[in-house]
């Protein structure tokens, strides 16, 4: 490997290594945001529960709703490294 080579190859892996660098602490600041996203997402299955208990015997939509919802608090977990 030439010397040019070496010096391409050390600055694509330093750009690898700041782009990953980048990419976790923007994961990071997103569990901040993780508390305030499932409160509103619990208010929001709280209601499509109530919507499907009055809602008996056809209640398919809401229990479509509220498994939207805990899909969407499930992926904010893991995207928020609460996995």
Do not use: C
């Not at 070496?6 to 892996?13: D, F, G, R």
């Not at 901040?32 to 809602?55: M, N, Q």
């Amino acid at each position: 490997m030439t010397t040019q080579a070496s010096a391409l190859s050390a600055t694509a892996e330093s750009e690898e290594e700041n782009a990953a660098a980048a990419a976790e602490a923007a994961i990071a600041a997103l569990a901040e945001y993780y508390i305030v996203w499932v409160r509103d997402d619990l208010t929001v299955a709280r209601a499509a529960f109530v919507k499907a208990g009055e809602a008996l015997p056809d209640n398919s939509e809401a229990v479509a709703e509220i498994f939207g919802i805990s899909y969407n608090v499930k992926g904010r977990a893991v995207l928020s490294a609460f996995s």
